[in-house]
């Protein structure tokens, strides 16, 4: 017990002295002297310094213990104070003040400041996928895209934004979210100076800038400039609308587009406009009003030159020169030009008339047609003497 004591004293007392010598900012004298000068037996461990890299036994556990012991650790960033557990995560925390990216992919050449990174971003390369859901069977290249899936089956949103209450899967989309509050845009178009919440957002504007449509359809050669707006235009070939309100059975092509509609129920607009305080339910619809302000009409016309403040009137005026008619009618072949066009065309074969007069109680195939209607009750505009007159002739058909 008292050989052990002694020689646990004398390693104690080594640590110490190099630990001290550190602190001093002195060279470790124990490095560099040769082992049988250090007084070394075989059997007994040889400490060296921790800042040159080389081979160490036990000095790394020993100097942590001291600093517990002392209150103190010696692992402290300089930039931002952050106290770390032990060197090497001291090291990898530096390299975000310096940049510093040693670790470099030898496909792509992307650099990397942990070797675990550059282990996940190699799986984009090698295709693996070893994290898997065991609910749905979907395979991912991180465990953190794994946890972030898996939200999905049990339903947690632990990230709650503090100004509305809106839960999220992960940090990014709760980040994205608070924007709507802070009016925060961070990205900015270097063409036009416009602002945006989102890099993704950026991206598809710079589209109308460059021209470029990189998204092409496989059944007809259509070409897009976001990819949402190529897997909506798909659902015309397949016919597939896959996403179903729980509230009114409403189907739709886009889960972004089912979410929106979900706003009609709970009456959320999340979306304020800064000049008027008018709110919406998406951001698009914001971006669109805002342009009455601005006066801002971005989509212009190859071919006549007219101008539009909204992307979808730009993109049914073309089919006026293009002569392209993409909503057909499935019981009489009938084509149209736009989605809304198809939907009240449809009514004819249905017999629907969701548009009621509250006045007389009345029912029209279209929000047009009520409005012709509605004038004969309120005496108001020049159509009020065509709609009586109309009316005296017994019902038209819509």
Same mark, same amino acid.
């Not at 049988?36 to 040159?52: A, H, L, R, T």
């Not at 036990?58 to 209150?71: P, S």
């Not at 809106?166 to 845009?185: L, P, V």
């Not at 000049?275 to 212009?300: N, Q, V």
């Given at each position: 017990?008292?050989?052990?004591?002694?020689?646990?004293?004398?390693?104690?007392?080594?640590?110490?002295?190099?630990?001290?010598?550190?602190?001093?900012?002195?060279?470790?004298?124990?490095?560099?002297?040769? &082992?049988?000068?250090?007084?070394?037996?075989?059997?007994?461990?040889?400490?060296?310094?921790?800042?040159?890299?080389?081979?160490?036994?036990?000095?790394?556990?020993?100097?942590?213990?001291?600093?517990?012991?002392?209150?103190?650790?010696?692992?402290?960033?300089?930039?931002?104070?952050? *106290?770390?557990?032990?060197?090497?995560? $001291? /090291?990898?925390?530096?390299?975000?003040?310096?940049? &510093?990216?040693?670790?470099?992919?030898?496909?792509?050449?992307?650099?990397?400041?942990?070797?675990?990174?550059?282990?996940?971003?190699?799986?984009?390369?090698?295709?693996?996928?070893?994290?898997?859901?065991?609910?749905?069977?979907?395979?991912?290249?991180?465990?953190?895209?794994?946890?972030?899936?898996?939200?999905?089956?049990?339903?947690?949103?632990?990230?709650?934004?503090?100004?509305?209450?809106?839960?999220?899967? *992960?940090?990014?989309?709760?980040?994205? $979210?608070?924007?709507?509050?802070?009016?925060?845009?961070?990205?900015?178009?270097?063409?036009?100076?416009? *602002?945006?919440?989102?890099?993704?957002?950026?991206?598809?504007?710079?589209?109308?800038?460059?021209?470029?449509?990189?998204?092409?359809?496989?059944?007809?050669?259509?070409?897009? *400039?976001?990819?949402?707006?190529?897997?909506?235009?798909?659902?015309?070939?397949?016919?597939?609308?896959?996403?179903?309100?729980?509230?009114?059975?409403?189907?739709?092509?886009?889960?972004?587009?089912?979410?929106?509609?979900?706003?009609?129920?709970?009456?959320?607009?999340?979306?304020?406009?800064?000049?008027?305080?008018?709110?919406?339910?998406?951001?698009?619809?914001?971006?669109?009003?805002?342009? /009455?302000?601005?006066?801002?009409?971005?989509?212009?016309?190859?071919?006549?030159?007219?101008?539009?403040?909204?992307?979808?009137?730009?993109?049914?005026?073309?089919?006026?020169?293009?002569?392209?008619?993409?909503?057909?009618?499935?019981?009489?072949?009938?084509?149209?030009?736009?989605?809304?066009?198809?939907?009240?065309?449809?009514?004819?074969?249905?017999?629907?008339?969701?548009?009621?007069?509250?006045?007389?109680?009345?029912?029209?195939?279209?929000?047009?047609?009520?409005?012709?209607?509605?004038? /004969?009750?309120?005496?108001?505009?020049?159509?009020?003497?065509?709609?009586?007159?109309?009316?005296?002739?017994?019902?038209?058909?819509?």
């Amino acid at each position: 017990v008292l050989i052990y004591t002694q020689h646990f004293e004398q390693e104690h007392q080594i640590a110490m002295n190099v630990s001290r010598s550190h602190e001093q900012r002195n060279s470790c004298e124990i490095q560099h002297r040769p &082992e049988k000068e250090q007084g070394n037996q075989p059997g007994e461990k040889v400490f060296k310094c921790i800042s040159c890299w080389r081979t160490q036994m036990d000095l790394k556990e020993t100097t942590k213990q001291q600093e517990i012991f002392r209150g103190k650790r010696k692992n402290t960033c300089a930039e931002c104070g952050k *106290n770390l557990c032990d060197y090497s995560t $001291h /090291i990898k925390r530096q390299r975000i003040h310096t940049g &510093e990216r040693p670790y470099e992919c030898n496909e792509c050449g992307k650099r990397f400041t942990k070797s675990s990174g550059l282990s996940e971003h190699k799986r984009i390369h090698t295709g693996e996928r070893p994290y898997e859901c065991r609910e749905c069977g979907k395979r991912f290249t991180k465990s953190s895209a794994l946890s972030e899936h898996q939200r999905i089956h049990t339903g947690e949103r632990p990230f709650e934004c503090r100004e509305c209450g809106k839960c999220f899967t *992960n940090t990014s989309g709760i980040s994205k $979210h608070q924007r709507i509050h802070t009016g925060e845009r961070p990205y900015e178009c270097r063409e036009c100076g416009k *602002n945006f919440t989102k890099s993704s957002a950026l991206s598809e504007h710079q589209r109308i800038h460059t021209g470029e449509r990189p998204y092409e359809c496989s059944e007809c050669g259509k070409t897009f *400039n976001r990819s949402s707006n190529l897997i909506t235009h798909q659902t015309i070939h397949t016919g597939e609308r896959p996403y179903k309100c729980q509230e009114c059975g409403k189907c739709f092509l886009s889960s972004s587009a089912l979410s929106k509609h979900e706003r009609i129920h709970t009456g959320e607009r999340p979306y304020e406009c800064s000049e008027c305080r008018k709110c919406f339910l998406s951001s698009s619809a914001l971006s669109e009003h805002e342009r /009455i302000h601005t006066g801002e009409r971005p989509y212009e016309c190859s071919e006549c030159r007219k101008t539009f403040t909204r992307r979808s009137n730009f993109i049914t005026h073309q089919r006026i020169h293009t002569g392209e008619r993409p909503y057909k009618c499935c019981v009489c072949g009938k084509d149209f030009t736009r989605s809304s066009g198809l939907s009240e065309h449809q009514r004819i074969h249905t017999g629907e008339r969701p548009f009621e007069c509250h006045e007389c109680g009345k029912c029209f195939t279209n929000t047009s047609a009520l409005s012709k209607h509605q004038r /004969i009750h309120t005496g108001s505009g020049p159509m009020n003497a065509v709609s009586v007159g109309k009316a005296s002739l017994g019902p038209q058909p819509m």
